[in-house]
């Protein structure tokens, strides 16, 4: 129904920035939530940001002030921008679409590595 392709990843000292994409195919992407997860290593999943249909924004508290996340309806794209990077944003970002019926999907990821 739904496919989810991120891309921007990539290697940046601390205190760089980075700006993840995610491009949609498949459904209605101005119907659906939208979301970014990561999974540091040895560590679960997390959420880091979240836009609805309309366009209200979540973020969580570690990235608060430093992440951006937006969507472009006409172009099917989803993308976190991200200032400020510390070593404890590396992970595998991912994509998420939710559906107006609740399904879920899930891109495969990209991995983000903040280091000196």
């Known amino acids: 129904q739904v496919q989810l392709v991120e891309s921007g990843g990539g290697l940046v000292q601390p205190g760089g920035s980075l700006r993840l994409s995610c491009s949609a195919s498949g459904s209605s992407f101005s119907r659906h939530s939208m979301a970014w997860y990561r999974r540091p290593p040895g560590a679960q999943r997390e959420l880091v940001a979240s836009?609805?249909?309309?366009?209200?924004?979540t973020y969580s508290d570690s990235v608060k002030g430093r992440f951006t996340i937006s969507r472009d309806s006409a172009k099917n794209t989803l993308t976190l921008q991200m200032n400020n990077l510390k070593p404890e944003d590396t992970a595998v970002y991912y994509c998420q679409s939710r559906s107006p019926s609740r399904a879920v999907f899930w891109g495969l990821g990209t991995k983000v590595t903040v280091s000196s």
């Open positions: 836009v609805a249909s309309d366009n209200i924004t």
